[in-house]
């Protein structure tokens, strides 16, 4: 099993920044790949960014390239959300997904983020 716990997020101004933090503890070992969803309200979850464990690679959703980041740090085995020049519109439940080698998935508690025009 993965356990991961969710930190950061809160209530910030549009064109400002936060970042989230997630936490894995656990089969981390069994972990390939780490990503952030987001939920709006009354919308679907949607992929955010994705990172390869092993590769570090990387991927983000069209309406965050540029502006999100994430990175990890296998020594703490705590995934990173890097966001700057936030926009009302990326008010959300931040989530921190671990898929393992046997496409299993685990999810964080979530986060609220909000941006304030």
């Known amino acids: 099993q993965v356990q991961l716990v969710q930190s950061g997020g809160g209530l910030v101004q549009s064109g400002g920044s936060l970042r989230l933090s997630c936490a894995a503890s656990?089969?981390?070992?069994?972990?390939?790949?780490m990503s952030w969803y987001r939920q709006a309200p009354g919308k679907e979850r949607e992929l955010v960014a994705v990172i390869g464990s092993a590769s570090g690679g990387t991927n983000y959703a069209d309406f965050v390239k540029g502006r999100f980041t994430i990175s990890r740090d296998n020594v703490v085995n705590t995934v990173y959300l890097q966001m700057n020049s936030l926009k009302p519109e990326d008010t959300a439940v931040y989530y921190c997904?671990?898929?393992?080698?046997?496409?299993?998935?685990?999810w964080g508690q979530g986060t609220q983020v909000t941006v304030s025009s």
């Open positions: 656990g089969f981390t070992f069994r972990i390939d790949a």
């Open positions: 997904n671990a898929r393992d080698k046997y496409s299993k998935e685990y």
